[in-house]
């Protein structure tokens, strides 16, 4: 599968351009960027360290921006050949804390991220409580 395609299989994360899948990354003044977003092309787990993935030929950049139709399996890519997909539906959060000082204290750095919203609700609230119980 072509690399612009893997990328624009996604919807664009930022917020200045929020381009749907299917369409290249737009810049703020309406244009097709020369460049896909680092936040875009980062969803994409084989290009996840590149440092840039220029917008192809095929897409026009520099020309004005239109939305092009939404490819069928948007937000779905390959897991290492294997034919399963996974699809990318929500940033996810991770946490950590290392207690600072004598005694500290994992309680309040649990209660913290289980007062974070997720999308859906859903929290590991057996291993906060291990946390918060001081196991």
């Known amino acids: 599968m072509d690399i612009h395609k893997r990328v624009e299989a996604h919807d664009c994360p930022m917020s200045t351009c929020a381009a749907p899948a299917g369409s290249p990354c737009r810049t703020t003044k309406g244009r097709v960027a020369i460049?896909?977003?680092?936040?875009?092309?980062?969803?994409?787990?084989?290009?996840?360290?590149?440092?840039?993935?220029?917008?192809?030929?095929?897409?026009?950049?520099?020309?004005?921006?239109?939305?092009?139709?939404?490819p069928a399996g948007a937000g779905a890519e390959p897991v290492s050949g294997s034919g399963v997909l996974v699809r990318t539906l929500s940033p996810i959060l991770l946490a950590y804390s290392v207690p600072g000082g004598a005694g500290g204290s994992l309680v309040g750095t649990a209660a913290a991220v289980l007062a974070f919203p997720v999308a859906g609700g859903v929290w590991n609230v057996d291993a906060a409580e291990v946390v918060a119980e001081g196991a």
Request: charged fraction near 15%; hydrophobic fraction near 45%; charge should be positive.
């Open 35 to 70: 460049q896909y977003h680092t936040a875009r092309f980062r969803l994409v787990p084989s290009l996840a360290k590149a440092l840039n993935v220029a917008v192809p030929a095929v897409r026009k950049p520099g020309t004005p921006w239109v939305q092009l139709p939404r």
